[in-house]
């Protein structure tokens, strides 16, 4: 009985102390991985089940399509992220962004089949729109304080990112073979 006792409380202390590793991705990495590109506004969430998980749907206004190509992606997309709040129970996700109802983002997603949609890399492919003191669209990303490794598995740190939209989304278009 000890044994099980002690197998029981180093599974639930080997639970507890799990957080989230991602993997540095790139804006190119970005790029090409996601399925949808936007600039979209929040416009509601809710939280909800998904078997025994919860995540939080934001309800996303799309201003701007850049994957795929323009005409092929609604103009109304719900994102869902690991964590929240439903039916009274609360689960937190190391790693998982909150969007601000109002708040206007890029957002790079990843769909996959029978899946729902999700910012790819967890908080990675979130950026706050917002201008610089010239009143120029820059795309902005706070460092995250998880766990991150690059692709040879070594541990990195991550960096605030701010970027000009311009460019980004030039960027954007040439990876895509755009014009």
């Known amino acids: 009985m000890r ?7 180093g599974f639930g202390m080997a639970a507890a102390g799990r957080g989230t590793t991602l993997e540095q991705l790139s804006l190119n990495d ?6 949808t590109i936007v600039h979209a506004k929040v416009t509601g969430s809710y939280g909800a089940f998904r078997g025994v998980d919860v995540y939080t749907f934001y309800k996303l206004q799309v201003s701007e399509t850049l994957k ?13 992220v690991p964590g929240g709040v439903a039916q009274k129970v609360r689960q937190s996700v190391p790693g998982a962004p909150t ?14 089949p029978n899946t729902l949609a999700q910012i790819l890399g967890l908080s990675q492919g979130l950026f706050r729109m917002t201008q610089d003191a010239a009143g120029n669209a820059i795309i902005t990303r706070p460092a995250t304080t998880e766990v991150m490794l690059n692709k040879a598995g070594v541990p990195v740190s991550d960096q605030l990112t701010n970027l000009p939209w ?8 040439k990876t895509l073979g755009g014009n």
Do not use: H, N
């Open 3 to 9: 044994t099980l006792c002690a197998l029981v409380a």
């Open 30 to 35: 970005l790029i090409v991985k996601s399925t």
């Open 68 to 80: 795929p190509a323009a005409g092929q992606a609604p103009m109304q997309l719900e994102v869902a």
């Open 99 to 112: 969007l601000t109802i109002g708040g206007d983002y890029v957002l790079f997603l990843w769909t996959g």
């Open 166 to 173: 311009a460019d980004v989304r030039a960027q954007i278009r």
